[in-house]
């Protein structure tokens, strides 16, 4: 007597098959958002270092040149023969405010309103230290913890700079 084989799969032959495509999926999505975390982490880590380069690199001019230095723990008010500068830190928005005004006779604005850092930027535990040089002009030592949040990744640093101005 023979007998005829049934075509089609049996049930064990499904349930391997669905596991071993659930194992793919959960590692191909685990690839993904890991993928997702390091390119955050990448983007975080660069964007933190060129926001706190391009600040450093303001101070520097703004200072350097100034015949004016003062301020707070909280505002820098920069005067030159040609230029005022104001930078004030809002704890309100987590950010740096910043004013530059070309004129001369210019006077620093108290109250400036462009954000310097971009929003995925948060500085915290922020402060400008202005002190004065026993041979003339002022040290501005600016300090704090920079966050920069993106959607699969955070990076935080802190920084600490200090520029000398010798005109003051």
Same mark, same amino acid.
């Given at each position: ?14 349930? %391997?098959?669905? #596991? %071993?495509?659930? %194992?793919?999926? &959960?590692?191909?999505?685990?690839? &993904? ?22 600040? #450093? ?10 015949? &004016? &230095? ?99």
């Amino acid at each position: 007597m023979r007998t005829k084989r049934q075509a089609g799969v049996s049930m064990l032959e499904v349930v %391997i098959t669905l #596991s %071993i495509m659930s %194992i793919v999926s &959960v590692a191909s999505v685990w690839l &993904v958002f890991t993928t997702l975390s390091l390119r955050d982490l990448v983007l975080a880590t660069t964007a933190t270092s060129e926001s706190l380069r391009v600040l #450093s690199h303001a101070l520097s001019r703004a200072v350097r040149g100034a015949s &004016v &230095v003062g301020g707070s723990p909280t505002s820098l008010l920069i005067t030159s023969v040609d230029e005022c500068w104001s930078f004030v830190y809002d704890a309100g928005v987590k950010n740096l405010r910043y004013a530059k005004t070309m004129a001369a006779g210019c006077v620093p604005n108290p109250n400036p309103s462009e954000l310097f850092f971009p929003s995925y930027s948060q500085l915290t535990n922020f402060s400008f230290l202005v002190a004065a040089l026993p041979t003339g002009g002022r040290q501005v030592t600016a300090s704090g913890v920079m966050n920069t949040i993106l959607p699969f990744e955070n990076y935080q640093t802190s920084f600490s700079d200090t520029f000398t101005n010798v005109v003051d």
